[in-house]
């Protein structure tokens, strides 16, 4: 199957689908653990743990180029992306993974319905959103293309968090696919 990518008019086409993602009550659609650089694992249970996230995922081997000393960025420990956002970049379920996030949610994580600090419960997880943006990188550009890069960082691409959120693990604990997402009680 060739996979074009989408031009800005196609992807804006799509908006509306996205708009319509639970605000509450969502769906953990997928689980991806990054073992090394550009590979992926796709999981029907994992574990998420506070000193390293996803169990078995590279977020804390990999480092981050912005801590002063290379460790990993506790503020990005983890990343959600909306399925419906990923499902029209990527174009079909299975390229989903190519975007580079651990989790993927049938949720709105728009700014406007979880602000940073807001907590999601996850199966037997919690986690925090945190104010690191997530904007993409070179390698979303190339598997998905310069108008999908550009999309996810317009001003409404950056409002509804088309790229995705950082989180971080505040409770651990065991996540399966097909668990609601619900805004957790303070």
């Known amino acids: 199957m060739t996979i074009k990518h989408l031009t800005m008019a196609e992807l ?3 908006l509306e689908h996205i708009r319509q993602s639970p605000q509450d009550g969502g769906v953990l659609e997928l689980i991806v ?3 090394f650089t550009d590979e992926r694992e796709l999981l029907h249970e ?9 169990v078995g995922d590279n977020w804390q081997a990999r480092g981050s180029n912005s801590m002063p000393d290379g460790t990993a960025n ?9 399925c419906r956002a990923a499902d029209l970049v990527a174009q079909s379920r299975d390229r989903w993974p190519l975007a580079g996030d651990q989790l993927y949610v049938d949720f709105d994580l728009s700014a406007e319905n979880i602000p940073p600090g807001t907590r999601l419960e996850i199966g037997q997880a919690i986690v925090e959103v945190t104010a690191k943006p997530h ?3 070179q390698k979303f550009v190339a598997r998905f293309g310069k108008d999908a ?3 996810v960082n317009s001003p409404i691409g950056k409002q509804l968090h088309l790229r995705g959120i950082n989180t971080r693990v505040v409770q651990p604990g ?12 303070p």
């Open 12 to 14: 804006e086409a799509g």
């Open 33 to 35: 653990r990054r073992p």
């Open 46 to 54: 994992g574990v998420l743990d506070t000193a390293v996230g996803l």
């Open 74 to 82: 506790p503020e990005a420990q983890l990343t959600l992306m909306n």
């Open 135 to 137: 904007t993409g990188c």
């Open 149 to 151: 890069m550009k999309f």
């Open 174 to 185: 065991t996540i399966r696919i097909g668990d609601t997402v619900t805004k957790a009680t």
